[in-house]
T-cell receptor, first 115, second 114 residues
Framework: EPEVTQTPSHQVTQMGQEVILRCVPISNHLYFYWYRQILGQKVEFLVSFYNNEISEKSEIFDDQFSVERPDGSNFTLKIRSTKLEDSAMYFC?????????????FGDGTRLSIL | GDSVTQMEGPVTLSEEAFLTINCTYTATGYPSLFWYVQYPGEGLQLLLKATKADDKGSNKGFEATYRKETTSFHLEKGSVQVSDSAVYFCAVRGSNFGNEKLTFGTGTRLTIIP
């Protein structure tokens, strides 16, 4: 069964450094998402992306965050200057279409640890 | 905005016990409802979904019925197994065009003891 893959599985970065989290969505999907889960808290929406532009973003997704689909397969999340509070599990998801019934398929996540 | 209230955990049950994890939601229009499961060390996996009132989603012995009148989507299983130990997340997805994000509950950690 096709799956969403994320790399790396664990990223350790010094505070203030830039970090790029990578995702390969399911190949025929058109809609892409990033979520995060701070340890012990709920999964929170960050951003959705379609047709090479952001569809929606949450208040968490400030100017330090950006997303990009640099080629036909990858979908990246960049954090320009990391803060301690960015430490979390970051999940990428994709779906085949809009419409409330379309499920989102999630990757296994990247654990980001900011020192 | 949309919100999900989920039964607080952790929940510990003996094998073959009956499971209910409560979930209620607030959302405008006609949202879709989902249960996701997260096994230790893994990502979120779709367990089941329902897209309209009175729909019943089912998978792996789990069931949940979309109850619009009570805005609920409770997860049930008649006889749990040790392998069902995981964290379960209820989620709502709005029906408005462009409003496609999932809003999750806090998750319920389930432990099944043999």
């Amino acid at each position: 069964e096709p799956e969403v893959t994320q790399t790396p599985s664990h990223q350790v970065t010094q505070m203030g450094q830039e970090v790029i989290l990578r995702c390969v969505p399911i190949s025929n999907h058109l809609y892409f998402y990033w979520y995060r889960q701070i340890l012990g808290q709920k999964v929170e929406f960050l951003v959705s992306f379609y047709n090479n532009e952001i569809s929606e973003k949450s208040e968490i997704f400030d100017d330090q965050f950006s997303v990009e689909r640099p080629d036909g397969s990858n979908f990246t999340l960049k954090i320009r200057s990391t803060k301690l509070e960015d430490s979390a599990m970051y999940f990428c998801a994709s779906s085949g279409g809009q419409g409330s019934g379309q499920p989102q398929h999630f990757g296994d996540g990247t654990r980001l640890s900011i020192l | 905005g949309d919100s999900v209230t989920q039964m607080e955990g952790p929940v510990t049950l003996s094998e073959e016990a009956f499971l209910t994890i409560n979930c209620t939601y607030t959302a405008t229009g006609y949202p879709s409802l989902f249960w996701y499961v997260q096994y230790p060390g893994e990502g979120l996996q779709l367990l089941l979904k329902a897209t309209k009132a009175d729909d019943k989603g089912s998978n792996k012995g789990f069931e949940a019925t979309y109850r619009k009148e009570t805005t609920s989507f409770h997860l049930e299983k008649g006889s749990v197994q040790v392998s069902d130990s995981a964290v379960y997340f209820c989620a709502v997805r709005g029906s408005n065009f462009g409003n496609e994000k999932l809003t999750f509950g806090t998750g319920t950690r389930l432990t099944i003891i043999p």
